[in-house]
């Protein structure tokens, strides 16, 4: 039984830029993520791959190059509403703990 | 050639999910470019997506090296599971001029009352929490 060469583990953190060829120049889209593929013989193989968008550049045909960060406003949001409810619940603990001694 | 139908869905699977790393380029954020009136509008989206699979095969009874009768009287048999699935979420688009260039954010508000509520519920049982401790003090 021939076991397929499956790929130890391995992961990339950078990927390069994405460019799309538009009228007024190119666009480069930075991202940031990493793919992580690996696996053990004889059959067992996995891959997970995340990227997000961070900077959008534009190389203008006359050599000007404009730059703007992609907000992740959503998840910054959902971040915050995470730490306040630890923070919430971090302190009815220690409420609950002063109030027994 | 491999006959063995079992270790052709394998190494098919294999394939598929080892060139997985190969096509996970920056690209899949990008969606397709729309240009109206010198305006040129380019979606961006964030995405995930994992895959996996487990495959294996066996032969009853142990090593066929055992006689040369032997394997005829034995079973043999396969079976594997696999898995998948990818996400996409807009985040932004780009917004482009002769000499502007925008990003506009996309802000999934279901996704942030969800999360408000969850947080509220969780505020709620935890005051009530402190307010019970403090009551039987």
Redesign the interface.
Known sequence: ??A?A??AW?S?RE????R?E???GA?E???RGG?V?G?AP????????????TE?V?HRPDGRR?????????AG??RR?LL??AA??L??LI??RT??T | M?N?PV?TV??T??GT??R??SI???????GP?R?ENGR?A?P??????????????GHEGGDAADGDDAPAARGSGGG?GGGGGAKARP??V?E???N????H?V??ST??AV??LA?AG??VF??T??IR??RR?
């Open positions: 039984m021939n397929p499956a790929p391995s990339r990927i390069p830029p994405a799309v538009t009228g007024v666009v889209v930075h991202v793919v593929a696996g004889p059959g067992a193989q996995f891959a997970l791959y995340r990227m997000r968008p959008v534009v404009d730059r703007a960060r992609v907000p992740d406003t959503g949001t959902l509403l306040a409810g919430v619940a302190l009815s409420v609950e109030l027994r | 491999n063995d270790e394998r190494d699977l294999a999910v080892g997985i790393p996970a380029t920056a690209e899949a954020v990008v470019v240009e040129i380019i961006l989206a964030s995405v995930a997506a994992g895959f996996g699979l487990g495959l294996g095969a594997g985040v932004a780009v482009l001029t002769e502007e260039l925008q990003v954010q802000v999934d996704r942030i999360a408000s947080l969780w505020c935890w005051i929490r402190t401790a403090f003090r």
